[in-house]
């Protein structure tokens, strides 16, 4: 059997019945404009998202962890706040798997200070080997 040879044109023809038409440049640009606007919004998002997310009222940073024994740790945390505000942080006990094996909740007294060190103690089920503040709020 020979080689069936075509031209452009029916090759071209045949190619948009079964595809459809390729696109013409205003619709391409109208694509390129488009996507433009999309990334120009998930980056206004995004923006938005990291400015409301680190605006927080109350924050909470570990400062030290001391293992008291198997059952208990003791937690030493650097509390931010505005002055005057009372705070209540939430702060867990971890495993050497980094599962929770404790948590205790810390009452913050206000101060005149932005920053207070608070130390607790948090009683575990097994040996602690970590700690971190799950979160902090203002309570007043």
Do not use: I, K, W
Not at 10 to 31: I, K, V
Not at 33 to 46: C, Q
């Amino acid at each position: 059997m020979g080689a069936v040879s075509t031209n452009d044109d029916e090759t071209r023809a045949a190619l948009a019945a079964r595809y459809g038409l390729p696109p013409d440049a205003a619709t391409r640009r109208r694509r390129r404009v488009l996507l433009a606007a999309l990334a120009l919004l998930a980056v206004a998002a995004f923006v938005v998202l990291a400015v409301v997310s680190t605006d927080e009222p109350v924050r909470a940073d570990e400062a030290a962890l001391t293992v008291v024994d198997d059952s208990a740790v003791e937690v030493s945390l650097l509390v931010h706040r505005e002055p005057g505000t009372e705070a209540e942080c939430t702060v867990l006990a971890l495993n050497s798997r980094f599962a929770q094996v404790g948590v205790a909740r810390v009452p913050v007294p206000a101060s005149d200070e932005r920053s207070t060190l608070v130390t607790t103690r948090v009683a575990t089920t097994e040996p602690a080997v970590g700690a971190r503040v799950q979160e902090c709020h203002a309570t007043r």
